[in-house]
Structure formats: structure tokens, C-alpha cells
T-cell receptor, first 115, second 114 residues
Framework: AAGVIQSPRHLIKEKRETATLKCYPIPRHDTVYWYQQGPGQDPQFLISFYEKMQSDKGSIPDRFSAQQFSDYHSELNMSSLELGDSALYFC??????????????FGNGTRLTVT | GNSVTQMEGPVTLSEEAFLTINCTYTATGYPSLFWYVQYPGEGLQLLLKATKADDKGSNKGFEATYRKETTSFHLEKGSVQVSDSAVYFCALSRSNQAGTALIFGKGTTLSVSS
């Protein structure tokens, strides 16, 4: 079965650079979520979109922005990168209308390293 | 606010031992509760869920019962295997609305040896 696809798998950037992470949800899923996971930490929720509209917002820095496109894929844009942004970034997707019967499916993440 | 507290790990067990990982939550209203598992280098996978009080979620020999009176959702397995070694996250969702985020606990690392 198709899973959530994230690209790239690994990304190395320098401080103050920008990065764009992409997420392709499971076909027919209309909801995407972005999480940040530091080493040995729990996933911290950043932002989510349902039907291309922002649906929930967590601890996303002002330097970050995200959107969901007409084909339901999503991109997380990160500017003025800091060393502390080094983490694993997960995208998850679900079918919004399914509520609790449509659990989140996670991708394998993008590992961002800021040097 | 809404939060999840898990027992700290790592939890180290021998194969066929009994497993309990404690999870308690704080939430307004009536959240749904989940256990997710993360294997090395992979994303989180749903293990089980319970959407209302006294519900029992179960999957692959794991069970957890939604206890409203003790605000708990402890994960149990009667006989663990080496392949169960992973990080386990307890999570809650405060709403059934589309796009509502899951709030995760800090995770408990389980290591099972043969």
C-alpha cells in the first residue's frame, strides 16, 4: 500500500540558509500534519492542513511557513535556519472526514542538519 | 492544558516477560487516546486506540484500557518478543475535528533481549 512520502530524506544546510521539505500524503488523504522531533524527544506538533486550509497550529516558529497545495501535497519552508532546527521532521496524513477512524499515517521523516 | 505523561525508560526485559508502560493524561473534555510505536529510522505507526471511557484497544498482543477515573491508558503485553524493541508513544487527541493534532508523551524505549 502507498505510504506517506517525504523528501528529501536527509538535508544539510548552513546557519541562516533556507530549506524546503516536501510531503506527499497517502492517496485520498486530505489532511497533513507536520511534526518536529529532536534527538530522544517526543514529536512536537508544528502545523496541520485540512482541504488546503490551516486547521491547527502548534509551536511553529515565525521563521517557518507551510502550505498545502491543490494536489494535497504539503511543503514546509524554513528560513534563517538555526543550529537548534536540526531535527527529524515528520509529515503525517489522514482522511479528515474519518475523524478518529482515520488515524495518522507517518512518513519516515526528513533529517535536517544545520551546521 | 492537554498533556500526556509516560513512565521514563528505558525498559529492559527478557523475551516472554510481561510488559507495562504507564501513561496518564490531562485534558479538557473527552479526548481519544492512542499508542504509537516507532522503530529505528522509521516514522511512528499506530499501535492501538480507544475513543471513549472503558474502551479497550488491542493489536498484536498489546492492550490498553481507557480509564477515565484514573485518567490513564497503560500499555500492556503478556509476553514480549525481541521484535517489540522500539520506542512507544502515548498520545491524545482533544477533538474529532479534521486536522486536530495529536499530543504525544515523551516516549518510552523498550529493549527486549533473548
Amino acid at each position: 500500500a502507498a505510504g506517506v512520502i517525504q523528501s528529501p530524506r536527509h538535508l544539510i544546510k548552513e546557519k541562516r540558509e533556507t530549506a524546503t521539505l516536501k510531503c506527499y500524503p497517502i492517496p485520498r488523504h486530505d489532511t497533513v500534519y507536520w511534526y518536529q522531533q529532536g534527538p530522544g524527544q517526543d514529536p512536537q506538533f508544528l502545523i496541520s492542513f485540512y482541504e488546503k486550509m490551516q486547521s491547527d497550529k502548534g509551536s511553529i516558529p515565525d521563521r517557518f511557513s507551510a502550505q498545502q497545495f491543490s494536489d494535497y501535497h504539503s511543503e514546509l519552508n524554513m528560513s534563517s535556519l538555526e543550529l537548534g532546527d536540526s531535527a527529524l521532521y515528520f509529515c503525517a496524513s489522514s482522511l479528515g472526514s474519518g475523524g478518529y477512524n482515520s488515524p495518522l499515517h507517518f512518513g519516515n521523516g526528513t533529517r535536517l542538519t544545520v551546521t | 492544558g492537554n498533556s500526556v505523561t509516560q513512565m521514563e525508560g528505558p525498559v529492559t526485559l527478557s523475551e516472554e516477560a510481561f510488559l507495562t508502560i504507564n501513561c496518564t493524561y490531562t485534558a479538557t473534555g473527552y479526548p481519544s487516546l492512542f499508542w504509537y510505536v516507532q522503530y529505528p529510522g522509521e516514522g511512528l505507526q499506530l499501535l492501538l486506540k480507544a475513543t471513549k471511557a472503558d474502551d479497550k484497544g488491542s493489536n498484536k498482543g498489546f492492550e490498553a484500557t481507557y480509564r477515565k477515573e484514573t485518567t490513564s491508558f497503560h500499555l500492556e503485553k503478556g509476553s514480549v518478543q525481541v521484535s517489540d524493541s522500539a520506542v512507544y508513544f502515548c498520545a491524545l487527541s482533544r477533538s474529532n475535528q479534521a486536522g486536530t493534532a495529536l499530543i504525544f508523551g515523551k516516549g518510552t524505549t523498550l529493549s527486549v533481549s533473548s
